[in-house]
């Protein structure tokens, strides 16, 4: 999965929202495994941060957010320069970010579909790999 799905948690108002919730509600209950590189949580602090900004949550609402996913036991991967320099292959094939193609990279890695609400990684990526876009979630 990647931060574009965990945001929908966290954000209120989020499209999709009802069906993000559903795919954290199967990972506590044991029905899905949730595994991402550990970059993750540096990208969904950052959306916190613009949430922030944007007025569309406090700084308070957003540090408990991070409390609370900190207990959510989602599988970090840490990755090494080798795994990076495989994003960067993908990356410039798809025409995508080495963040997005990074988690393409360990989702395949991992015999795994990519879970994601990001219509552009979807979209580029869907003929490649095992991608599912959060909306199809049920």
Known sequence: MDASVVAKWVLPGEAYQEN???LKEDHISGKAFLSAPAFIIQEVGNALWRAV???RTTEEDAQ???EAL???RIE???LDWTHISQGLSIACKLDLTVYDA???FLS???K???ITADNKLYEKSRKHFGVLHIKKYL
């Open 64 to 66: 408990g957010a991070l």
């Open 53 to 55: 900004k944007m007025a």
């Open 76 to 78: 970090l991967h840490e």
């Open 102 to 104: 990074t988690y393409l």
């Open 112 to 114: 795994a579909d990519l």
């Open 20 to 22: 993000a919730l559903k």
């Open 108 to 110: 395949d890695r991992m």
């Open 70 to 72: 900190n207990d959510m």
